[in-house]
């Protein structure tokens, strides 16, 4: 059901995902740090769960959908999982992949010593994400964790649920005794095709903070802004022409 192809084993008290999901605000995060940093795989995870489907290249060349591994030099070393996909979560879908996927990821986890678990993800807040801008939401697996994330400059999520990974594997690594909090981005479901690059800053802004590394995002910042005008433009209808009121001549000559 799992075959992990391991090129290197590491080590580390943090893991850090960043899979497709809402927004793909984790997604775009995790693949930003691995295109900055230079990241090379550590190990590559196929799964009969993952869609019955395969990725074609620009090349025309096919390939397995995979997770993959990366290991990050920070003050706080972490281990990074980001991928093509995770667990289907379709309406009318078994849920039993997504529990069978997060149990496995705990227990990758604690063999390699992890004690803390963040998930990056989105959150939706709808149309206000054009009006308002985007920012960050988390909720933890306990008060310490939760009171540093909001000394970070996260908002606190007062009630509702986390779907997916970012919100299970959370609750399977707090059965166990480790800690960890999910860090949204606040995006619109409109930004899901495109991914929302804004929201992905605004995440590794915390998530910077939180285990000690530097990063530039001023490039996800100019992307944000390019993918909103194309939203923006998509959302907007277009000002509908305004009836005209025919002139009334002053004076009117009548020719029989």
Known sequence: MFRLKERKRVEAEVLVTGLPGFGRVGHVAANYLVEKFGLEPVAVLHSHLFPHLVAVDEKGLVRMLNN????????????LVTGDVQPSIAPNTTPEPQHRYAEFMLGYAMDRGVKEIYTMAGIDIGPNR??????????????????????????????????????LLLGYAKEEGLKGACIMGKTSGQMTAHGDPGAAAEVLKVM???????????????????IEKVVRSVLTPPPQPQPQKAERPEKLDYII
């Open 68 to 79: 993959t591994f990366y290991y990050v030099e920070a003050e706080r070393p972490f281990i």
């Open 130 to 167: 054009f009006t308002q801008g985007t920012g960050v939401v988390c909720a933890a697996t306990d008060e310490e964790i939760l009171e540093r994330l909001v000394s970070l400059g996260c908002e606190v999520d007062r009630g509702g649920s986390i779907s997916g990974i970012a919100g």
């Open 208 to 226: 910077s903070k939180l285990l000690g590394f530097e990063i530039d995002v001023k490039e996800l910042e100019e992307a944000s802004k390019e």
